[in-house]
């Protein structure tokens, strides 16, 4: 293998090859080309997020969640390096309109929410990335879909074929999978169009349930006002939840009982399995964080 890095590939030169894999992620230039081919559906999450950066040092993973005058913002952080922690700051519309943090410079946004989390952050400042004009980079979550995987010889992998909001933490694992079915699918059927059709059926089948589990982690964030005002070992139990499908049709407090009461009682805990949510292990491990 030949690995280049700093080249652009142009989505309308693809050099001739017997295999072309987009990984390009979720704005995959090599995918927008094809749309209807692909049958490409975005949605878009209610909540505002940024990623940023900082030099504190977390030793665990952490959650964290402020009251302003606006409504609630919370992040969680977790350490990357020796030196280096990453943030993602979530809040709902209203509080991000609210704290003018759609108005704001990055600067100024970021000297906002120093403030905000400075218990947090313990005097450790936040690292950004402007975008070109200077405005922070601000998203809304952007769950992708593609009703096929691939056109001809090229075959689409990672954020390029489907996103999971970010909040379950799988999204490099579920690329990496996808990697190792595609060299399986490619083993197994010596005919290119069946391997990659093969290939895109499977992968689609197997996201099923922790695209269901992103869902109703996402949602349970923009429902944050149910469950925050309980006592704090009650919202964070539900908080290792929330990617239960059935969570929010059940009063917190009740589906909290039931959900201690599962922990003894070996019937209840049948029928909670039962009930969902039905999430590949490995995820629900990380979920759980
Ligand atoms: C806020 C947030 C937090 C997240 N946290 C987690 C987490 O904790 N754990 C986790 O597993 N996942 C997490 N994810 C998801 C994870 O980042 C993605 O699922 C994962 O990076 C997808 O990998 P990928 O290789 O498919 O795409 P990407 O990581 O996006 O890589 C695509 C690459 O292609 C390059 N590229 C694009 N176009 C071209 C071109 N024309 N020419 C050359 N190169 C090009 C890009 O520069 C990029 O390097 C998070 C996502 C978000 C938004």
Known sequence: VRVEYESEIAADRLPDADLVVAGDGVNSALRERHADHFGTEISH???HYIWVGTTKVFDSFTFSFVETDHGWIWCYAYRFSDDRSTLVIECSPRTWAGLGLGHASEADGLALLEKLFADLLDGHGLIG???PDGAAQWLTFRTLTNRTWHRGNLVLLGD??????YSIGAGTTL???DA???????REHPDLDTALTYYGQKRRSELLSVQSAARHSAQWYESLPRYIGLPPAQMFALLGQRHSPLLPYVPPQLY???????????????FK???GPKVARG???RAGR
Not at 160 to 165: E, K, R, V
Not at 180 to 186: D, E, N, R, V
């Open 45 to 47: 999450g209610r909540n």
């Open 129 to 131: 990335r402007a975008q």
């Open 160 to 165: 390029a074929a489907h996103t999971t909001h």
């Open 175 to 177: 690329a990496l999978e």
């Open 180 to 186: 190792i079915s595609l060299a399986g699918a490619l």
């Open 256 to 270: 909290y009982r039931i959900d201690r009461a599962a922990g003894r009682l070996e019937a209840l805990r049948r």
């Open 273 to 275: 399995r039962w009930l």
């Open 283 to 285: 995820v629900q491990a």
